[in-house]
């Protein structure tokens, strides 16, 4: 079973840039559609972005314009590069992997937004 190790949270200033990035462990990287959820405080997790094995993309309209997933088969690895932040992105980043009917999560990594 794949194991998910986020990084790169941490607090940042409105406006300003964070890349999180999300290794998988184990094989057969590239057949899995990849994502990004997160959780507000006191609210529900949610989708923030997905790629699929094939690359595409889809995304929540809240970030689309500010948000780009990513993905490098070669690393085992997808990122979430995330610009021009705002307070209300702040939240617990999720990866998670879907292989099939089975999903697997990432522990999470805290983003905070604030001036």
């Known amino acids: 079973q794949v194991q998910l190790v986020e990084s790169g949270g941490g607090s940042v200033q409105p406006g300003g840039s964070l890349r999180l990035s999300c290794l998988a462990s184990?094989?057969?990287?590239?057949?899995?559609?990849m994502g990004w959820y997160r959780q507000p405080p006191g609210k529900q997790r949610e989708l923030v972005a997905g790629?699929?094995?094939?690359?595409?993309?889809n995304y929540a309209d809240s970030v689309k314009g500010r948000f780009t997933i990513s993905r490098d088969n070669a690393k085992n690895t997808v990122y979430l590069q995330m610009d021009s932040l705002k307070p209300e992105d702040t939240a617990v980043y999720y990866c998670?992997?879907?292989?099939?009917?089975?999903?697997?999560w990432g522990q999470g990594t805290q983003v905070t937004v604030s001036s």
């Open positions: 790629i699929a094995s094939g690359g595409s993309t």
């Open positions: 184990g094989t057969f990287f590239s057949l899995y559609t």
């Open positions: 998670y992997a879907d292989l099939i009917a089975t999903r697997t």
